[in-house]
């Protein structure tokens, strides 16, 4: 497998072997445009087959490949759409108490970060209030000096931590172990207690043909009209920051969140390593950001009396980053040209 994913790698294209034996990739064919489609899914691995097992002997668990619908006339809410569509298909198939969302440049470094996170959803004093815990994003092709500060070392290395002890940090979009419940809209209770007993696996008597095409329905295009979807279930719509909105929404409804950072990173992606690539993407951040600020759902008015002072400061802070330019713009140029020009920065004595 390593093989052929390092050949399809380095030619930019599926292989025709790969190509003919998943009707998923055949049915990609048949549209011009990856923004008009229909639901493109397929059961590539069915966990109730015991006969599919790895070199272990081990039977290999559900893999799914999902391609939501998308038609020009409605708008797909980009990531939060793609995100709440995946939420309703798994759970249809599986149903598990905890999502662990990555990007798709992402992948897993270390095999004990599902064991970190359950320690934290599964504390006997504490587990009754932890919505999502959320890793650091490390990258691997970040050069030694990091000249365009892609690791944000400033809020993984700081700030985060500073967080975690007033309420949890932000929510950012990857490497985020969420409980399903709550992401779907749980309302907060101090009795609330996750029932890992009552976990079941979903008896199905359907093909699996039959139950593709039944699971399509929750992937349309027009899904989410006239319901919750968007507002008060899954991700938020209408923001370019769609995950920092969502995880403000959930703790405000009196949830909390953990961060953790182990020596060994958890996840490793890639990063933008050019400086028009960093500049659209802090952008996109910080218009992002600066949008929250201003709407309902600003941390200012919002999360007043809702969640703690230092965690409405820090989420203000987040969201105030480009306006904070500003200042940074003025700390950075005034002092050097009062150092040329020989002029005292203070007051002489």
């Known amino acids: 497998m390593e093989s052929r994913i390092e050949n399809e790698t380095k030619l930019a294209r599926i292989l025709e072997e790969a190509h003919s034996k998943h009707k998923g990739f055949s049915q990609w064919d048949s549209y011009s445009s990856q923004r008009d489609h229909a639901t493109i899914l397929q059961i590539i691995i069915d966990g109730r087959d015991t006969n599919v097992t790895d070199k272990d002997g081990f039977v290999l668990p559900t893999l799914v490949y999902l391609a939501r619908e998308k038609r020009p006339q409605h708008h797909h809410n980009f990531k939060a759409g793609a995100m709440n569509a995946l939420i309703r298909v798994s759970s249809e198939i599986s149903n598990a108490p905890i999502i662990l969302n990555v990007d798709c440049d992402m992948y897993s470094n270390n095999s ?151 020596l060994r990173k958890a996840f490793l992606g890639v990063a933008p390593n050019t400086l028009p690539d960093i500049l659209v993407q802090h952008k996109r951040w910080s218009e992002g950001d600066l949008q929250i600020f201003f709407s309902r759902y600003s941390p200012a008015w919002y999360a007043y009396g809702k969640i703690s002072l230092v965690l409405q400061m820090g989420y203000s802070a987040y969201c105030l980053w480009a306006p904070n330019s500003l200042a940074t713009l003025y700390y950075s140029v005034i002092p050097s040209l009062y150092l040329l020009r020989g002029i005292p920065s203070f007051p002489q004595v």
């Open 112 to 262: 004990h970060s599902v064991r970190d996170a359950l320690c934290f959803f599964m504390d006997e004093e504490k587990d009754h209030e932890v919505a999502f815990v959320q890793f650091p994003q490390n990258f691997k092709n970040v050069t030694r000096n990091d000249l365009y500060d892609a690791f944000l070392r400033v809020s993984s290395e700081l700030e985060f931590h500073g967080l975690d002890g007033s309420g949890g940090p932000l929510y950012i979009g990857t490497g985020c172990f969420h409980r399903r419940d709550i992401l779907c809209g749980r309302k907060f209770s101090k009795e609330y207690k996750g029932d890992w007993k009552s976990v079941k696996d979903i008896k199905r008597e359907e093909s699996v043909l039959e139950f593709e095409e039944k699971l399509k329905g929750l992937a349309n295009s027009t899904y989410d009209k006239n319901t919750q979807w968007g507002k008060e279930m899954g991700l938020l719509y209408g923001c370019p920051v769609e995950d920092v909105i969502t995880g403000l929404s959930i703790q405000c409804r009196g949830w909390k969140s953990v961060y953790f950072n182990p």
